[in-house]
């Protein structure tokens, strides 16, 4: 007897544990066989953009915590370089320095964070995660010591930062850089050759170099596929001109190079890190900026290399106190678009390891 | 150091291919005529020594009398990059090109300008809202709606 089957829809999320965020996937089914997957967004939409529109300069940097949640420091720092190119603003060279100290740890945190939840999905649940979560813990101590807040942190400003680290600060971060290596290491050891996690992901969710580069995907879900583009290499921000450090790059695109891209790129933040505690210079950590920032008409597009990729604000200016178009070029919601060239043909249990490879945040897919 | 690539020059060479596409250039930009649009990102991605390989970001932006939507081109394979402007005019029906074809990097982002402004890409293969639900009325990032 021939048995009739047809296709089924279901839907992953948005309030699942594997979706990181209130995120949904339509997916078409065959058996257990992924036929087609539709993401669906918007259920953290809060209209930052527009709420922009009706803020001065210098308010929308704590918006802008709330776009990627995981990496607000990131996400201050894009903003501030996107306002002080537009309105040709000048930053102390100390402060300069402790941007590049914050946005190298914000990325070690947030790829404890990626790295973690895809090796929940992955299955090994929760053990790596809590280790991750240790580390990081560490880092937003640094953070709550020089701006009070341990995740929205509303720590730069336009020309600067808010305030000098305290004394404290240095003597923990030495700790911090001198102990994560090891930490890394440890972990490393652990799981870079785990029987389970290669079979989950090598050659799972294949992404190629022609496809990432066609889907805009940056960051370590570009570089996993092979392309070598790091914003702070191939159009050096602020200082990072200064510092030693490679772009791991991973061959062939599956999750398993994306997880090994996020653990290379750790390493490397402690080396710039390292860098930047040897040089800090002393000095001012403010130029004398007016809170109404004023700049003249037109327009500026500002990115840095977030830990999701790259992340840029393209401001318009009509010469007022605020912006009159304020757009977030978003690294999660167009890294996003390549999820369904990746999980279709795999099974139910892939999509979720695939999709935690991506590693993305929903504050900053939605706005 | 991405290299911002001369407006005024890429307008030249586009001018040659297609005569009367580019309607203005800039320092770093240009603004090409909405009709000419497809054929122009076409010619961008692909003519030798430009080879726009990668779309950074689409925006959109509400200047009352015609919308413009701008698009933040880079080359991996050369590190310069290029912003390409298009307008439309018209508050009740305005639409452009879908670049989708050329980059699938457009996808979400026309979307989600056809969402919030009430541009239709013309071409798109999925156009619909994504960030808003499907029975909401008007376009938000617009500057008459309050």
């Not at chain 1, 945190?109 to 992955?122: K, P, Q, R, T």
């Not at chain 1, 923990?172 to 785990?194: C, R, T, W």
Request: hydrophobic letters at 40%.
């Amino acid at each position: 007897m021939v048995i009739k089957t047809e296709p089924f829809v279901v839907n992953i999320g948005p309030a699942h544990p594997s979706t990181h965020g209130v995120f949904r996937m339509r997916a078409t089914l065959d058996g257990e066989v992924v036929l087609d997957i539709e993401p669906v967004f918007g259920y953290l939409h809060r209209g930052i953009e527009k709420l922009a529109e009706e803020r001065t300069y210098t308010q929308i940097i704590p918006l802008t915590d709330r776009l990627d949640y995981l990496a607000s420091m990131s996400n201050n720092l894009a903003y501030v370089l996107a306002v002080e190119k537009l309105a040709g603003i000048a930053v102390p060279e100390r402060a300069e320095y402790l941007r590049v100290i914050m946005a190298e740890l914000q990325r070690i945190a947030s790829h404890l964070i990626g790295v973690g939840a895809f090796l929940n999905d992955c299955g090994a649940f929760m053990t790596p995660i809590l280790y991750m979560i240790r580390e990081r813990e560490k880092i937003l101590d640094l953070f709550e010591m020089v701006c009070g807040q341990r995740l929205t942190y509303n720590y730069m400003r336009i020309g600067g930062v808010s305030h000098d680290i305290p004394e404290e600060f240095l003597p923990a971060l030495k700790k911090f850089v001198d102990s994560m290596p090891g930490f890394i290491d440890e972990y490393d050891q652990l799981l870079k050759e785990n029987e389970i996690l290669l079979a989950r992901s090598k050659g799972v969710g294949i992404l190629s170099r022609e496809q990432a580069i066609n889907i805009s995907a940056s960051g370590p879900v570009l570089r996993a596929s092979g392309v070598k583009w790091d914003i702070r290499k191939v159009d050096p921000y602020s200082i990072y001109d200064r510092f030693g450090f490679e772009v791991p790059t991973g061959s062939a695109g599956d999750c398993y190079d994306r997880y090994r891209v996020r653990v290379e790129e750790m390493r490397q933040s402690v080396r710039i890190l390292k860098q930047a505690v040897e040089k800090l210079p002393a000095g001012e950590v403010r130029s004398e900026v007016s809170h109404l920032v004023r700049p003249p008409a037109g327009e500026a597009y500002g990115h840095i290399e977030a830990p999701r990729g790259e992340l840029g604000f393209y401001l318009v200016s009509d010469n007022s106190i605020a912006p009159y178009r304020f757009h977030v070029r978003a690294p999660s919601l167009l890294n996003l678009t390549a999820l369904r060239e990746m999980v279709v043909g795999w099974k139910v249990a892939d999509v979720l390891a695939i999709f935690g490879s991506i590693d993305i945040c929903m504050g900053e897919a939605d706005r | 150091m991405t290299v911002a690539l001369s407006g005024g020059e890429i307008a030249a060479r586009l001018e040659e291919r297609f005569p009367g596409s580019v309607v203005e250039s800039g320092q770093d930009s240009l603004l090409v005529k909405s009709e000419s649009l497809r054929a122009a990102a076409g010619f961008l991605k692909t003519a030798p020594g430009l080879e726009f390989d990668y779309l950074t970001a689409i925006t959109g932006v509400d200047y009352y009398d015609y919308f413009e939507v701008v698009y933040q081109l880079t080359s991996i394979r050369h590190n310069h990059s290029l912003v390409v402007k298009a307008r439309c005019y018209g508050r009740d029906n305005p639409a452009l090109p879908s670049v989708v074809g050329l980059w699938k990097g457009a996808d979400f982002q026309e979307r989600e300008i056809y969402d919030l402004m009430g541009i239709r890409f013309e071409g798109h293969p999925n156009l619909k809202r994504i960030v808003l639900w499907d029975g909401f009325t008007g376009y938000p990032l617009r500057k008459d709606y309050l």
